[in-house]
């Protein structure tokens, strides 16, 4: 198992980067490939996935960012493509105050997450981010607490998932929704 590579970047292509070390050029599939830069030397943190007719490397940029990768793909039904996609458009803190605090809105606007996804991301990894201020009910409630105002659920999601602050209570929750639904 490889734990990090260190190497120039020969090519970026599509999401995908090569790494090339001694003369051997290792293809990693990466979060965000715009931020490297050809010609750049890099220690990549790696993940290697091997799974029937799939055998690929992942590459991470520090270890947070691999940290974040393998709890989501600790989750019961979802893959390495899924979580890249997810760490493509948020980052490790983001995804875990959205855990922490419940916000399944926000876990459902990252890519091939739908609800049942967001739950199960919440369900599998909420209680092994231990340390982390949360207040799991707090979304949910101000879920009740805007529907009982007479907003739509699709408005609700919309604005909830803007907000990822798990140290809000259901007031401030909710009186921050209300302010950017008003406008």
């Known amino acids: 198992m490889y734990f990090y590579l260190k190497g120039t970047i020969s090519s970026i292509y599509n999401e995908r980067i090569i790494l090339e070390v001694n003369n051997i050029g290792y293809s990693m599939l990466v979060a965000r490939s715009q931020k490297y830069k050809v010609g750049e030397n890099k220690q990549m943190y790696i993940y290697e996935h091997i799974h029937d007719d799939e055998h690929y490397l992942v590459g991470f940029d520090n270890l947070e960012e691999k940290r974040t990768f393998l709890y989501l ?105 209300l302010a950017r639904l008003v406008n």
């Open 73 to 177: 793909i600790s989750v019961s039904g979802l893959g390495p493509k899924t979580a890249i996609g997810m760490l493509k458009v948020a980052s490790g803190e983001e995804i875990f105050n959205a855990i922490a605090s419940s916000n399944v809105s926000f876990l459902r606007k990252l890519p091939g997450v739908g609800s049942k996804g967001a739950e199960q991301i919440i369900l599998d990894l909420r209680s092994r981010l231990v340390g982390r201020k949360s207040k799991p009910t707090c979304y949910n409630d101000a879920v009740l607490a805007l529907k009982e105002m007479g907003y739509k659920k699709k408005q609700i999601d919309e604005v909830l998932s803007n907000i990822n602050d798990p140290t809000l209570g259901v007031d401030e929750l909710v009186k921050l929704a």
